[in-house]
Nanobody, 119 residues
């Protein structure tokens, strides 16, 4: 069973920065693309950023130019550096990983970490 452990959430002021990290457990599987999604109060879960095994990235429009995703493949870890935070970035952030079990691919999710942006 895959476990994704997230850390780094918390409270930040508008204009501030936070860095999230997420580490996938090891097992008889490979970790393919990893990413972050978020869900604000009363909203649907949306893509924040995603990174492929080769390092290609894509971002949600609302975070372009402010957030940066990166990963350490050897450590099965993905990071999300969030700069210029805005109150509308307040949400629960979920780590996601595409897990390949032989020829079967499934999604794994972290438990979520709260990010709150407020003065």
């Amino acid at each position: 069973q895959v476990q994704l452990v997230e850390s780094g959430g918390g409270l930040a002021q508008p204009g501030g920065s936070l860095t999230l990290s997420c580490t996938a457990s090891r097992g008889k599987f490979s970790v393919e693309a990893m990413g972050w999604y978020r869900q604000g109060p009363g909203e649907q879960r949306e893509l924040v950023a995603r990174i492929t095994p080769t390092g290609s990235t894509n971002y949600g429009n609302s975070v372009l130019g402010r957030f940066t995703i990166s990963r350490d493949r050897g450590a099965n870890t993905v990071y999300l550096r969030m700069n210029s935070l805005r109150p509308e970035d307040t949400a629960v952030y979920y780590c996601n990983a595409a897990i390949l079990w032989g020829k079967i691919q499934r999604d794994a999710w972290g438990q979520g970490t709260q990010v709150s942006v407020s003065s």
